[in-house]
């Protein structure tokens, strides 16, 4: 069984301040996207990682991929309360036709 | 543009009915998939259709049917309900394999009594 698992589950902070949210596993994937999921909404994608070590800048958001494309991390500088939301990460196997989703991180941005 | 919509949007069943949930994408996307999101558990993916003409079970498939009536459309059919089945399902489609971009629809909120 492919696990991907996200860190924290959840996260309430202040406005101004940054955080990190992690997602590990230990299968090898060939890509790795982010998707932001607002109440009531359906999950939007917010990047697609593929090269191991890569890192993507999206204004306040920066995604990287580990080195062996096991693990990613998204790092939120300067809160706003419009991060507010479910953030996603979902890894590709190549081995078959399959996505893996993590179980989310609920982020709360507190003005 | 619409993107993917579904419908219902809200939905209460006793145990034993049956429903369809209807899905359509108007952004000729080749491939299309029905996920259930559930608390602390993610995204599951229930069936897929990678194409016209196709489908395939994925990770969660029992108690579900679906159709892939042409290319903009995909239902999923309950056929017998079950508190089980109470969670929040997602539409959603590719271009092209599942690993590219996915685009969800709205979804449908699910509650078997």
């Known amino acids: 069984t492919q696990l991907l698992e996200q860190s924290p589950q959840f996260l309430s902070i202040q406005e101004g301040e940054n955080l990190t949210v992690y997602c590990n596993s230990s299968?090898?994937?060939?890509?790795l996207q982010w998707y932001r999921q607002e109440p009531g909404e359906g999950p939007v994608l917010l990047v697609t990682?593929?090269?191991g070590g890569e890192v993507k800048k999206l204004k306040r958001l920066t995604f990287q991929f580990g080195d062996a494309r096991k693990d990613s991390s998204l790092h939120i500088t300067a809160a706003q309360p419009g991060d507010t939301g479910l953030y996603l990460c979902?890894?590709?196997?190549?081995?078959?036709?399959?996505?893996?989703w993590g179980a989310g991180t609920k982020l709360i941005i507190k003005p | 543009n619409a993107g993917v919509t579904q419908t219902p949007k809200f939905q209460v069943l006793k145990t034993g009915q049956s429903m369809t949930l209807q899905c359509a994408q108007d952004m000729n996307h080749n491939s299309m998939y029905w996920y259930r999101q559930d608390p602390g558990m993610g995204l599951r993916l229930i069936y897929y259709?990678?194409?016209?003409?196709?489908?395939d079970k994925g990770e969660v498939p029992n108690g579900y049917n679906v159709s892939r009536l042409n290319k903009r459309e995909f239902s999923l059919r309950l056929e017998s309900a079950a508190p089980s089945q109470t969670s929040v399902y997602f539409c959603?489609?590719?271009?092209?394999?599942?690993?590219?971009?996915?685009?969800f629809g709205p979804g449908t909120r699910l509650l078997v009594l």
């Open positions: 299968s090898v994937f060939s890509s």
């Open positions: 979902a890894g590709a196997l190549d081995s078959n036709y399959q996505l893996i």
């Open positions: 259709s990678a194409s016209e003409g196709t489908t």
């Open positions: 959603a489609s590719t271009l092209g394999q599942i690993q590219e971009t996915q685009y």
């Open positions: 990682v593929v090269t």
